[in-house]
Structure formats: structure tokens, C-alpha cells
């Protein structure tokens, strides 16, 4: 699912952006060349829910000056973040970086919840010091349908893709 994608990747940018080197979920043969602390991002479970009437928000005027229908439906869900490094200082470290990220800088279009972290581990198969977090939030996705037909374009997360499109 595109939706499910664009919230795992917009997480993994917000990590990166706040000093944490992050990936989508990896085999743990990635693991064993770790020297620094590695957050792995997955959208563990989500649903789906239109917003307004059937998904209908209303009207906008586009830069080209047409008339478009506005559509939304937002999706709640969970998102895992796995700390893994090769200290427990570190891996500590790496989740208290996470945590800002993941409750003060996401993207707009992700509103976070409940953060819930277990307890630091050392995973025998990686050989590293693992802290398992799950982030509860909402995600709010937007399409636009122009006047000559019903067509949409890709539901995107708000504020996020336009952005990057426009730069």
C-alpha cells in the first residue's frame, strides 16, 4: 500500500534529519557492520477512514488557476522504530534521539500518540543492543480531482510530498 510507504519513508527522512541514521526494516546481516546506533522504521499495523462526506473536503484553486475537488482519509496505525547499536549507551542514546523525533519533529500530515519503548536487550542473531519502540499515530492523506473528470491523483501525505516536489 503507497499510503503505509510514504509514512514509514517520511519518518525515516524525520530520524535522519534529527541526527539518527535510519533505514526501512533490514535483514540482520545489515546488523553486524553497525558501528553507530541504526534505527529500523515499519508501519506495523494501520486502518483506514475517509474524511468529511465520502472522503470529500471541498475545493481548491491550483496555482494554474483550475478549480479541483479536494478528497482526504486518514489512516491510525503503529509505527515500529528499532534502535539497534553495538553499546547500551548508545542504543539508549539512539531511542532518546528516536523519542524527540517521533514526538516533536514528524511531518505535518503524521500526528503522533502514544510512544511505547520495552526494554533494552542484546540480540544474540545481530550481536547488538536492541530498544523496540512502537509509536501510535494518524497519518492524513489528500487527493485532488480536477474539473474535466473523476480521475484522481495518488492520495499523498499532507505536507510532506508537495513539498519535496516543489523544491
Avoid: N
Avoid at 17 to 36: I, N, Q, S
Avoid at 118 to 124: I, N, S
Amino acid at each position: 500500500m503507497k499510503e503505509l510507504r510514504q509514512i514509514r519513508d517520511a519518518v525515516i527522512r524525520a530520524l535522519r534529519d534529527g541526527g539518527l541514521a535510519a533505514e526501512a526494516a533490514f535483514p540482520a546481516k545489515w546488523a553486524a557492520e553497525r558501528t553507530t546506533p541504526l534505527a529500523t522504521v515499519d508501519v506495523g499495523t494501520a486502518e483506514g477512514r475517509a474524511l468529511g462526506f465520502c472522503g470529500y473536503l471541498g475545493e481548491t484553486r491550483g496555482e494554474d488557476g483550475q478549480v479541483r475537488e479536494v478528497y482526504g482519509k486518514r489512516l491510525e496505525g503503529v509505527i515500529t522504530v528499532d534502535i539497534r547499536a553495538p553499546g547500551a549507551l548508545e542504543c539508549r542514546e539512539g531511542g532518546e534521539t528516536a523519542a524527540t523525533v517521533l514526538l516533536g519533529t514528524l511531518p505535518e500530515g503524521i500526528r503522533p500518540g502514544e510512544l511505547r519503548w520495552e526494554g533494552l536487550v542484546w540480540e544474540r542473531e545481530t550481536g547488538l543492543f536492541l530498544r523496540r519502540g512502537y509509536l501510535r499515530c494518524e497519518a492524513l492523506f489528500l487527493a485532488e480531482a480536477g474539473e474535466e473528470g473523476p480521475a484522481f491523483l495518488d492520495f499523498i501525505l499532507k505536507g510532506v510530498l508537495r513539498h519535496e516536489q516543489s523544491a
